[in-house]
C-alpha cells in the first residue's frame, strides 16, 4: 500500500496579492523535500501559473473567491491539487495540447504543460474545477 | 533475391512523398522482418507518421516502392488490399475507442465488420483478447469510464482481435504516466512472443523505445539519420541523433522573429 | 516588487526588483509603455527580479516588440537565474537581446 503524505493543504483568497504568500509556503514545503532550486521553482512556477489563470479566468478578478491547494506526496509522486468554486472550465482550455507552441495568453500553460509531467482536470461532481498536476521525482526524464 | 530481404514483411525502397510542394520523406529506405520489433522515431515535423502511413498502405508513394510479402503494394487488387490489411492490427493515438461502445464491442468492433462469425463466436474472440490484455471484467465499462493506461489496453485488444501478422502503433505511452508506460511496453513485447507478428510503433518516448525496440530508424526531416539496434543508436557518434537522445534540443531551435510574431500578432497597439 | 528608471550613457535603464508577477506585472507593463512613448534604447534590468511569471513575461514580449515596430532598441540586462530560467521554458531566451551589464552592452557598439 502506497503511503499519502499531505504536504500541504492551504485556502487563500483569489487575489494576485496573495500570489507571493502562497509561492512561498509550497517553495517551503518542497526545498524541506530537499529538491534543489532548480527543481522546486518550476513547479511553484507552475502552481503560480495555474493559481493565476483561476484567478483571471474563472474568477475573473473577483477577490471574494477561494483557491484550495493541496500537495500530497505518494511514494515518489508529487501531486498539487487546486480546486476552486467557479464556474465549469472547459478541458479543452485548460489542457494545453502536447508541444502547443505558446501563443498569446497561453504562455502559462505552455509552462505547466513543460514543467509538470501531467496534467488532468478531474471531473467530480459538485462545484468548481479541480486541477491536479503530477510530477514524478523519479524518472523525471521519462518526459 | 537474399536472404534477408526474403525475411522482411515490408520493404521500403526510395520512398518519396510530398505534401503539396512540400517534401514529408526523402529516398527513405527500410526494410521489416518477420518478428521484430521497428520502432520509428524523430522529432515533430520529421515524417514518421507519414511514414507509418505509407508502411499501412493508406497513402500512395510519389516516388520509390513499398513491397508488403515481396510484391509491390501498387500491384494488388483492392481487394487484395483489403484482405491484406485484415492482417494488420492499427492502434491510433486518438482513434483509442468508440465512446458509444462498451468494452467488449469495441474489441468486437473489427469482427462484426469484417468476418460472418457468429456473434457468440465473436464475443469469446474478444473476450479472450481482454484476456491477453488483463481486461477481463472490464468488458461491460464504457471507454469514459476507463483510466489512460486501460484505454490503450482495449484498443491493443482489438488491434489483435483478428490475429493479425503485424501491429502498428502510433505513439501507444502518449499521456501515460511512466509506470503505466511501461506495463504497456511489456505487453508489446508479450504479444511479440505470443503471435511472433512484426510490430512497428512510432514514438518519441526514448525510454519506452529502448526497452521494446530490436531495431531503431531515425528520421530527421524527411530524411533516415540512422537505423540500427538501440545500442547502435545509442552509440551513434551522428550529432543529429544524438541531440535527438538528449530530447528536446532541437525543438528549442525557434526562429526568434516567427516567434515573436506568433506571441505579439493582432494586439492593440502593436 | 519596485523599480527604479535612470538614464545613463544614451540608454534608458529600468531596474526591476523582486516578484514579477499576476500582481505586479500590470505595473511593470504600463511603466515600460510609458517609457517606450519616448523611443528610448531600453535596457530592463533583471539583475534582482526573484521572481517572473508568465505575465511579467509577456509584458516583456510586448515592450520589445513595440520597440521593434518603432526602430528603437529593446535589451534585457543582468538577468538572474530566476528570469533566466523562465525565459528558457518560454523559448525566449534566444528571441530578446540579452547582456550581462549595461558595460558588456556598451561594448557593443554604439548606439
Known sequence: MQETKILLDICFPAQPDSLHEMRQQVADVLTSLGLSYDAWHPLVLAVDEASSNVIRHTYQFDGNHQIELKILLVD????????????????????????????????????????????????????????????YLQGQDAR | MTDQAFQAVIEVEDLVTYYGTRKILDRVNLSIRQGEVMVIMGGSGSGKSTLLRHLLALNKPASGSIRLYGKDIGKYSTRELQTLRKRMGVSFQNGALFNSLNVEDNVAFPLREHTQLDDNTIRIMSRMKLEVVNLAGFEELMPAQLSGGMIKRAALARAIVMDPDMLFF??????????????????????????????????????????????????????????????EVKNSDNQRVQNLLNRRAEDVEVDPEAYLKRLTENLAGL | MTYLVEEKDGFLLVHLEGDVDLSTSPEVRKLMLDCLRKKPQLLIDLSQVSYIDSSGVASLVEGYQLSKSQGSEFALIGVSEAARSVLQLARLDKVFPIYDSLAQRLQHGSI
Open chain 2, 170 to 231: 502510433d505513439e501507444p505511452s502518449a499521456g501515460l504516466d511512466p509506470v503505466v508506460s511501461a506495463d504497456l511496453d511489456e505487453l508489446i513485447l508479450k504479444l511479440r512472443e505470443a503471435m511472433q507478428v512484426s510490430v512497428v510503433v512510432v514514438t518519441h518516448e526514448l525510454d519506452s523505445a529502448f526497452r521494446i525496440a530490436d531495431r531503431i530508424i531515425v528520421l530527421d526531416k524527411g530524411k533516415v539519420l540512422i537505423i540500427g539496434t538501440v545500442d
Open chain 1, 76 to 135: 515518489k509522486t508529487l501531486i498539487f491539487r487546486l480546486h476552486d468554486d467557479g464556474d465549469r472550465v472547459d478541458t479543452e482550455k485548460i489542457i494545453p495540447k502536447r508541444r502547443n507552441q505558446a501563443k498569446p495568453g497561453g504562455l502559462g500553460l505552455h509552462f505547466i504543460h513543460e514543467i509538470m509531467d501531467k496534467t488532468t482536470l478531474i471531473d467530480i461532481q459538485g462545484e468548481g474545477n479541480t486541477l491536479e498536476m503530477v510530477k
